[in-house]
């Protein structure tokens, strides 16, 4: 799909402001841009140690890829961007970004908000996270599967 933006999955740390910008500088013509940043936090109560993802390479960018055309289509982005890491992460760390650009506003934030519900529920990740009580998987949450009803 055309339009500024793309998909990346990587263990490396990136720079938001780096991201926003060289995002900006794509998408001409726009007129409103969303940007929205997941950060691990520390559900635990000081002791969280890590949180670790895990994806198939290949199979997550395809999906992420589908996901991102069909807002790029739904609301006639200029750009769309999704950026998520893998690997171990620890409290505070930026996991994941997303980044919308349109004409107007409302389809800026809804394509964000629907691809923000899509990562929080479908997208093809496994997270652990590490405490000093052991280890234990993510579980899915009823409300991040409820909110893809909206669209």
């Not at 402001?17 to 929205?36: C, H, K, Q």
């Amino acid at each position: 799909m055309s339009g500024a933006g793309g998909v990346r999955v990587q263990r490396e740390a990136f720079d938001l402001g780096a991201e926003l910008e060289a995002f900006e500088a794509a998408t001409s013509g726009a007129g409103a841009m969303v940007s929205f940043t997941g950060i691990v936090r520390d559900d635990a109560g000081g002791r969280l140690d890590r949180m670790e993802i895990e994806h198939y390479p290949g199979m997550t960018e395809r999906a992420l890829e589908k996901i991102r055309a069909d807002a790029m289509k739904r609301w006639d982005l200029a750009g769309a961007l999704i950026v998520h890491r893998h690997g171990a992460l620890r409290p505070g760390e930026w996991i994941m970004m997303v980044a919308t650009a349109a004409r107007h506003r409302k389809a800026a934030f809804a394509a964000a908000e629907f691809l923000m519900d899509y990562l929080k529920s479908r997208a093809p990740f496994w997270k652990k996270e590490y405490t000093s009580d052991g280890a234990e998987w993510v579980a899915a949450k009823e409300e991040d599967e409820a909110a893809l009803t909206r669209w």
